[in-house]
Structure formats: C-alpha cells, structure tokens
C-alpha cells in the first residue's frame, strides 16, 4: 500500500526534519536540559535562535539558523568575547557543522530508529490506515537524515 498526503509525497525536493536547541543541548554536550557546559551568553543568542525557528536538515544540508546554532555551540572563549547582538551576526563555520551536524544527525537516525522498532512490536491488528502513514513518516525522516550526512561529507 502506497500512502501520499502531500507530507510523504515521495519526490519532494521540500522535505526537511525540524529539531529543536534543546536536541543540541542534550545531545552535543552531553548535559540534561539545563546546558551547564555552556557559558550564559551562548544560551541566550542559542535561545533567541531557537524562537527563529528554521532549524532542519534536508537533503541539501542544514538550514541557515541550524548552521549557526552548530557553529555557536562549538564557540571558544575568544570567540564568546565578541559583542554579537543576534545570531544572525554569526559566520558559520563548516568544520564545526560537519563535526557536530554529523553528530546531531546520528543521533537524531537512532532515537528514529528506536521509535519505529517500537512500532513494529505492534501486531498488525491494532494498527490504522494513519498509524502506518505515520511509521513511513518515521522511514522518510530517516532517508532525509541520512541525504543530510551524505551532503555535508
């Protein structure tokens, strides 16, 4: 059976999976939803990035805010002393995005992955015309990710 609601038309060049800082937070730093290994400035300019919204991977890479919210996480104390009023002041730099943007895109494939393995525990039974639309969303969001891995290496 072949599902398109428009969200899983299969020849969107549009398809893109949002995160969120708080993904950041817990996965690049390894600290709980409080980022305690971040100085009170980076938290601030990642927060105010965050309500920008616009943080995704696609098949054509990372979105521009997410770019910034990786080289940001990444910044020393040299590069913190600069006077940045917004985010949107940040270059960002493509190591760091492809060095933690790896990462985070891991990561992101594996909580996926768990989540569709839970689906299938499911007996086929109990299961809906939606709810199988929303495990191929799940396989979607996984092929997207790993286009995005493909187009930073």
């Not at 890479?61 to 104390?77: E, P």
């Not at 109990?126 to 996984?142: H, T």
Request: a neutral charge; aromatic letters at 8%; hydrophobic letters at 40%.
């Amino acid at each position: 059976m072949k599902y398109e609601y428009g969200f899983l038309a299969t020849k969107n060049l549009h398809k893109a999976v949002e995160f969120d800082i708080d993904v950041l937070f817990d996965l690049v730093l390894g600290c709980p939803s409080k980022p305690c290994c971040l100085q009170t400035k980076q938290i601030a300019l990642l927060r105010q990035l965050s309500k920008m919204g616009n943080l995704f991977c696609s098949q054509e890479g990372f979105s521009w805010n997410a770019q910034i919210a990786l080289t940001m996480i990444s910044f020393n104390d040299t590069q913190l002393s600069k006077k940045f009023c917004s985010p949107l002041e940040i270059i960002p730099d493509e190591k760091q995005i492809n060095v933690l943007g790896r990462k985070l895109v891991n990561y992101l494939i594996v909580k996926l992955r768990e989540s569709l393995n839970q689906t299938h525990q499911i007996p086929p039974d109990y299961s809906s015309s939606s709810f199988n639309v929303a495990k191929l969303l799940m396989e979607d969001m996984i092929n997207i990710l790993v286009d995005c891995i493909l187009v930073t290496e």
